[in-house]
């Protein structure tokens, strides 16, 4: 397998012991399939960030532990491998645990994992439950932080929480629909990926207290447990406009934004008003095809470069304490697109 890295940093980016990743160079048995291809990511996640060691000054090695569908994930591991040249004399590596849907105790299980390998910080998305709690706390028992991403874990030891204000996102999200829908009676479809993410329910509350106190006779009809995937998205929204004849707009929390455009094609509905989040590829195409209305939207360079903040002041590489800011929120139209 060619490679151009020493076995030892090669093990340290997978996480396996550097006799395993010589097993697995040389082609030799005895190696499970899935540690095979966590070294050969390893490989090629040492190739992305290969600018970062040549450089010199303090090493920080970095988890990005994710549930969240791959669109998502790809879109925050190119923010962060963009903005790893930025931090020099700093060196940031990053590993990454990256899952569209993950069932929590083996979440559970690559946190204690990480807890036992060492790591300067873990960056975590996951939902906000008991277990995930306690995971946090381990870790901080063991000196290894955790930042929370996009979505918090509140009742936790975690250091920081790094995203937008999701209720205040909420909020903005049901102030435009009421202005789009001021002369539209039409109910509107709220769907989320799962009700076990805090940041999805903080973007719910936010639009539901907004919405109840300037637009209370306007109805509104809940679909949660899509996992923001195209599919299921699709599924359960067809379900839903078909089971309530009289949705007319939508607010998607969870992402699956194709999958619902295309249930309100194979019902032939129209949607007059359909708000989403985050900027990646395929919301790009929906807001040029005119199928979002507006995409509410955070820089997560920005992001980035706040959890290597973090992390480096935790660690005393920053002087002073730094604590990070809450994102600001972009209202994205087909009109005003970053990059076109």
Partial sequence: MPHRYPVREIARQAGVSEATVDRVLHRRPGVREGTVRQVEQAIADLDRQRAQLRLSGRQFMIDLVMETPRRFSSMVRSALEAELPGLRPAIFRARYHLHETWPVED??????????????????????????AEAIGRLTGVRI???????????STRLAYVGMDNRAAGATAAYLMQQWLRH??????????????????????GFRAVMRRDDPTRRIIDVSGSDGLDATSRRLAYRALQDNPRIGA????????KGIVAAFADVH????????????????????????????HHDLRSDMRQVAQTVMSHHGALAGGYRPQVSEIAVITPHNIPGD
């Avoid at 932080?145 to 009742?155: E, G």
């Avoid at 939508?250 to 934004?257: E, F, L, M, P, T």
């Fill in 250 to 257: 939508v607010y998607s929390i969870g992402g699956g934004n």
């Fill in 269 to 296: 509905r129209d949607c007059e008003v359909f708000l989403g989040h985050d900027l990646g590829p395929a919301n790009r195409d929906l807001l040029r095809s005119g199928d979002l209305t507006a995409v509410l």
């Fill in 145 to 155: 932080p955790v930042i929370t991403l996009v979505t918090d874990v509140p009742m």
């Fill in 184 to 205: 539209t009676d039409v109910d509107i479809l709220v769907m989320t990926s799962s009700e076990m993410f805090r940041g999805e329910e903080e973007r719910e509350m």
């Fill in 107 to 132: 979440l559970i299980a690559t946190l204690d994992a990480i807890a036992r390998q060492g790591s300067q910080a873990v960056v975590l998305k996951a939902p906000d439950t008991p277990e995930v």
